[in-house]
């Protein structure tokens, strides 16, 4: 793709950054010829890139042998200068994240440095021990999987409505859930996959249990926290699919693992959004926000912004009762193929009476390589040519409260334009 005015400027800025960063290393007397692949390389790759670097993962190519790495050693090298890999997208300079993926500047130094001296090979013996990874996967062995009813048939062309499908989950009791990672089977086909527990509190669509989006990692919270299952709940799974050209099927599925002690904290999601939003034409930088107000103590525990393809920039916000504010989450160049959930290392604890505040920026000029149409009022909806504003965002409360006015879209999520 590409990169616009704004990304080369970037670019470049982060080259020479790079540049001086480098000329710091190679003045170190450990030269590149002593750097590598199964001293060195081999362990960031195993901790940093495997995860989506192996087969049957979203990463293009594995990184696990020599062999399968060599070819990539210039990509790498420049990947890595970028940021662009590994993917994370947030600003450093706001929040602390237990999932960040980015790489230590040592690190970058050594896959550079390992580039630069000629990419060797270096004494199998010295080889980290392979990570060992759930075949299938990201989580450990999931104690339960449950899938679609049916393989779903995905048209070449057209445009398809969401699709729901309720699966009995036969739980006898209730059920706490750790870990939960949502598995497209087809991600050609599979927009976005969204389970949700239906119980008997009476809601339609239930409350969310975990998602798959492009670039989502699985859902994993901290030990003693845990999503509920009720005993006798369905899941549903909200499907959106989108045609690309090519007839296709689907059977998407979810795993998960259950708590093995009782959880402390009981995680539910919560979110502000902002449905009355009208981007006009031609907009490069057109302004949304979106709030909610927390109505009790509640503890923050990660965030995740989502917009579609005109999505620019995303920024959450805590505006405390005293009047102070603090920014929760920045992530200034949002990238619709990378939503993850962003997980607090430390829980921030929200008194009542703390508003949330959202502002996200969209992109609808057509500098903006991604956009589907320039020349038109953008509004809210589900097709990947409309557009959503929403912060997504999960709080930990007492395993106690049964969480019910918490619900997104209840009394707590507050939506004003
Ligand atoms: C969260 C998943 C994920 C992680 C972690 C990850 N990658 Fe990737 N990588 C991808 C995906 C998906 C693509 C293809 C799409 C793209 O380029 O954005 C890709 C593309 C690449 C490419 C080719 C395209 C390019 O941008 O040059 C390189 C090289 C690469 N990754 C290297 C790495 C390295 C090295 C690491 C670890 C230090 C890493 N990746 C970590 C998912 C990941």
């Known amino acids: 793709m590409p990169l616009s005015p704004k990304d080369a400027k970037e670019a470049k ?20 010829a002593e750097v590598t692949f199964y001293k060195d390389v081999l362990l960031i790759l195993q901790q940093r890139c495997q995860t989506c670097h192996r087969p049957g993962e979203i990463g293009p190519m594995a990184l696990e042998t020599y062999k399968d790495t060599r070819p990539w050693a ?84 057209g445009t398809l409505d969401y699709q729901y499908y309720s699966v009995s989950t036969h739980f006898t009791e209730d059920r706490w859930v750790e870990m939960a990672e949502v598995r497209p089977g087809n991600r050609a086909v599979v927009h976005h ?8 509190t009476g809601f339609r669509f239930g409350r969310y249990l975990a998602g798959y989006a492009p670039g989502m990692s699985p859902q994993t919270w ?33 795993g998960l693992v259950f708590a093995k002690r009782p959880p402390e904290s009981r995680i539910v999601a919560m979110s502000a959004s902002n449905h009355w939003l009208a981007i006009p034409p031609g907009a490069a930088n057109h302004r949304v926000e979106a709030s909610t107000t927390v109505t009790e103590p509640l503890s ?10 005109r999505g620019r920039s995303f920024e959450f916000r805590a505006v405390y009762p005293t009047g102070e504010s603090q920014v929760l989450l920045r992530v200034p160049r949002y990238d619709f193929n990378w939503q993850p959930y962003y997980y607090l290392e430390q829980p921030i604890l929200l008194p009542p009476g703390t508003r949330i505040e959202c502002t996200a920026h969209y992109d609808n000029s057509a500098n903006n390589p991604r956009n589907p149409d320039p020349n038109v009022e ?21 395993v106690a409260r049964s969480g019910s006015g918490l619900l997104p879209g209840r009394s707590a999520a507050t939506m004003r334009r």
């Open 193 to 200: 996959a969204i389970v949700m527990v239906q119980d008997d």
């Open 378 to 398: 953008v509004h809210w909806g589900e097709q990947s040519w409309d557009e959503m504003m929403l912060g997504w965002f999960d709080v930990a409360i007492s």
């Open 13 to 32: 800025a982060a080259k020479k950054t790079l540049r001086w960063a480098l000329a710091a290393v190679l003045a170190l007397p450990a030269s590149g």
């Open 300 to 309: 923050l525990v990660g965030m995740r912004p989502h917009m579609h393809l």
């Open 74 to 157: 210039k990509a790498i090298r420049e990947a890595v200068i970028l940021k662009r890999m590994p993917p994370w997208h947030a600003d450093s300079q706001y929040g602390r994240f237990r999932n960040d993926l980015s790489l230590p500047p040592r690190e970058i130094e050594t896959l550079v440095v390992w580039v630069d001296g000629g990419a060797r090979e270096g004494e199998p013996a010295d080889a980290p021990p392979p990570r060992r990874f759930t075949q299938g996967w990201r989580i450990p062995q999931p104690d339960a999987v449950f899938e679609l009813p049916e393989e779903v048939r995905i048209p070449a062309s």
């Open 222 to 254: 901290k030990p003693g926290q845990a999503r509920l299952i009720p005993a006798g709940s369905a899941l549903i799974f909200q499907m959106h699919y989108t045609a690309n050209g090519k007839a296709g099927v689907d059977r998407s599925r979810i």
